[in-house]
């Protein structure tokens, strides 16, 4: 279509270095200004969004059980000269717009997590590619070589990857206790430190709180003591 | 990060016309190779892929909810001295991989759609922004010069919007009904046609089917009777 005056003016990076004459970079703009100018969008916390993404979910499921049905009596919704009956035209375009509706809702949870709790711009969209490239290793886009010919090993290698993670973290955890410490003061206070990041959060809480009112109460009786002499 | 030999010959097309460099590209381009290429998402019908969309929505609640506790306690998650604690960061970064995991799912959900239905490339995506655009008309970018000071004016003009396109869809149904039509055996082809498809898709079944019988059934009795004589 024609380019409004407002889509030469973007920047590159509020359509995540998408074409905006693309559709999915359209959306991410959409979204990214919404969460800048609208005040609907300002008003809504994380978990309202979530509820608007669940129900939407549930709309999909409703028109897929729908085709399903309708594609059982009429093989794949044509008729019997293979064209396209309007029942199906019907349908196509009522998923079309419920998967739009999901990838809307996705994109602004996604959008409203990120301005509610800090998170960086591109890392969940960072994440979800690293995290899917490293458990399919047979995808010869960016695989190590393995192979997968079936569904069956597929999963497997997918299991296989989400194991060696786990074992990863578990490394990585006992590197950072075990690394090589200067003596005295410096081992004193790390194991202070440990001791007290490895309590749970309420213990860590009542005992901060301990030593603050500890710390309030030395004061004041202090003051106290300083203005009677 | 450095470029891997397979993002350098990719086509634009891939990434809905992002670059690959870009994490929302790269996603993107992730998702359809595996559409391509992998031996499980090539075995995934849609409403699986809607259960697993399902379950991450269900992740995110929990992590919510958990953040939401937390927060409660905490002031925002940091300590007395304003320094993030360690069960932010922790938290963060599990929402985080939540979020991705929502993002890759609905663009695995619209793409085995896609391929399942026939549906158009970018059809889901076109559909979200001109929908949202469409009744948000109070944003300057791409509005008509409405204006929505609060959450309330937002909704009364999203609202307005909705309505506005169920009228048009109900006008465009009648014009289609009314259109000026050529005299004589023209007339009565659409007077059939219309006859036909307003009858509901059971009964059209039974007409067609019966219609079918009739023809087999004095086509036989013909070559009957042409043995016979």
């Known amino acids: 279509g024609k380019m409004s005056p407002a889509r030469k003016v973007l920047q590159q990076d509020e359509s995540g270095g998408l074409e905006f004459s693309a559709p999915p970079g359209r959306l991410l703009y959409v979204v990214n200004r919404l969460g800048m100018n609208c005040p609907w969008t300002q008003s809504i916390k ?6 608007w993404l669940g129900s939407e979910v549930e709309e999909v499921r409703k028109e897929l059980g729908q085709i399903s049905v309708y594609g059982a009596l009429c093989s794949g919704g044509r ?22 509706d999901i990838l809307f809702d ?13 998170l960086g711009k591109f890392d969940a969209w960072e994440a979800a590619s690293a995290k899917v490239e490293r458990r399919t ?5 960016w695989g190590d070589g393995s192979i997968a010919e079936t569904p069956q090993d597929a999963t497997k290698l997918w299991e ?4 060696e993670e786990k074992r990863q973290i578990k490394d990585d955890a006992k590197r950072v206790q075990s690394q090589p410490l200067r003596k005295g003061r410096d081992v004193a206070h790390v194991k202070a430190t440990q001791c007290f990041w490895n ?11 301990s030593v603050l009112g500890f710390a309030i109460g030395a004061a004041v009786s202090c003051r106290i003591r ?4």
Chains 1, 2 share one sequence.
Do not use: Q
């Open 226 to 229: 300083l203005r009677h002499e």
């Open 199 to 209: 309590m749970s959060f309420s213990l860590r809480s009542i005992f901060a709180s």
């Open 106 to 118: 996705s994109l602004m949870l996604e959008m409203i997590c990120r301005r509610e709790f800090g």
């Open 137 to 141: 290793p047979y995808m010869k886009e």
């Open 160 to 163: 296989a990857a989400k194991m």
């Open 46 to 51: 994380p978990l309202e969004m979530l509820e």
């Open 79 to 100: 008729n019997i000269w293979g064209e396209e009956t309007g029942d199906v035209g019907r349908m196509k375009s009522e998923l079309t717009a419920e998967l739009g």
